[in-house]
Structures are given as C-alpha cells and as structure tokens.
C-alpha cells in the first residue's frame, strides 16, 4: 500500500521568501502525485500534479513541484510567498485509475509580514 | 455556484446520540467521498461511491454508514456515536472515473463534536 509523509507539520516564512515544502512517498511503481491547498475553515482545492513525462510541474497560484524518482520525493516550491499563501498543505499519491488518494500529516504554513 | 454542499457545518453530539451529516454535488459527478480529517494525520477516506447505486469502505469505515440516494446526495450517517469520531468531516466529488487524476472537489468540512 502506498503511502505519503510530509516531514515538517510546521513551517514559518517571511512574506517575499522562498518556500519549498517537502513530500515523501512510498510506493512500488511510479505514483500518481498531488499537492492540495486548505485554506482556514475550507476544504481543499488542487494546486498541481503529476502523472508521467517533465518531472517539473507548474500549477495555480505561482506553485511547482518538482518529483525525484530516486528520492520518492515530490517537494513544493514557490519563489516568493505572499501573505495569502497562508494554509495547510497537503501531499497525496494515488495508485493509479480507480484508486483511492492516500493523503500526508500536512504542513501548516505561516506567513510573517 | 455551489459546487458540493455539506450540512451541517458544526454539530455537538453526546456519546450514542446518532446524527446524518448531508451532502450534495450539482456538478453532475458520478463518484462521491467522506473523509475525516484529524491533526496530523491528514485526510483518510471513510466510505465512497463510484457511481449511483454502489458504496464501498475506505481505509476507516467502522462505526459510519452511508447511503447514495441519488446521482447528487450522498450521506453519513454515525448510528451511536463516541469521542473518537470528533473530528472534521469532508465530502468531495469527481467525476466517473477520474479518480486517477486526483481533482476532487470537496465541500466546506462539517465538524462535529462528540461529548
């Protein structure tokens, strides 16, 4: 069975600084991979994913990730975080069609004016 | 623009009360999810439905039911509740067969207390 760890459950950041927030993976073959965004009091809405080819993926709102096979890795980045980037961050692997998405702990990011 | 709709969105429970959290798409997706949602442990599916007229457990499904009533409502249902199901609960939506792509759409939570 798949599964996801997000190491870091808290991460604060000045507003204007670059962010990357870390994803690891377990699973036997090439996952299918996601971040999500949960802004306060809402639910989640996709930022980006990945499902083969260009191993750097661009998504809304000024997002990318970047999957590194040999590291089960699917790290987040942002190069200048604003203070509405303020949320829990969510990695999640799917299995492939008809599987279910296994979901990480989540970072909760702070953004400092 | 409602997308999917969850009510309530907060309830307070005693121990064995039971309670049906609502939800409704009007995207017109086939497939439906309840997830909990618990610090630090992410989101982990209770119950889906692929398509009308089919349910199945997720990875924790003990002590919930749910029912697809229709193409639109899916629902929750806690028989006897207890503390340990004090959390915040998700629906979300997708169209047949796109699990795989991983845009689900979900709901505003509900978070229910139990005493």
């Known amino acids: 069975a798949q599964s996801v760890t997000q190491p870091d459950i808290h991460i604060t950041v000045s507003e204007g600084a670059s962010l990357e927030l870390r994803c690891n993976y377990s699973y036997g073959a090439t996952p299918y991979l996601f971040w999500y965004v949960q802004s306060p009091g809402q639910g989640l809405q996709l930022l980006l994913k990945?499902?083969?080819?260009?191993?750097l993926v661009q998504g809304i709102k000024g997002f990318e990730a970047e999957f590194k096979r040999s590291q089960s890795s699917f790290n987040l980045r942002k190069p200048s975080v604003h203070w509405s980037d303020a949320a829990e961050y969510f990695c999640a692997v799917g299995a492939g069609a008809g599987n279910m998405l296994t979901f990480g702990g989540g970072t909760r990011l702070m953004v400092k004016p | 623009n409602a997308g999917v709709t969850q009510t309530p969105k907060f309830q307070v429970l005693k121990t064995g009360q039971s309670m049906t959290l609502q939800c409704a798409q009007d995207?017109?997706?086939?497939?439906m999810y309840w997830y909990r949602q618990d610090p630090g442990m992410g989101l982990r599916l209770i119950y889906y439905?692929?398509?009308?007229?089919?349910?199945d457990k997720g990875e924790v499904p003990n002590g919930y039911n749910v029912s697809r009533l229709n193409k639109r409502e899916f629902s929750l249902r806690l028989e006897s509740a207890a503390p340990s199901q004090t959390s915040v609960y998700f629906c979300?939506?997708?169209?047949?067969?796109?699990?795989?792509?991983?845009?689900?759409?979900f709901g505003e939570g509900s978070r229910l207390t139990v005493l």
């Open positions: 979300a939506s997708t169209p047949l067969g796109q699990i795989s792509t991983g845009e689900l759409f």
């Open positions: 439905s692929a398509s009308e007229g089919t349910t």
């Open positions: 990945y499902f083969s080819g260009d191993t």
């Open positions: 995207m017109n997706h086939n497939s």
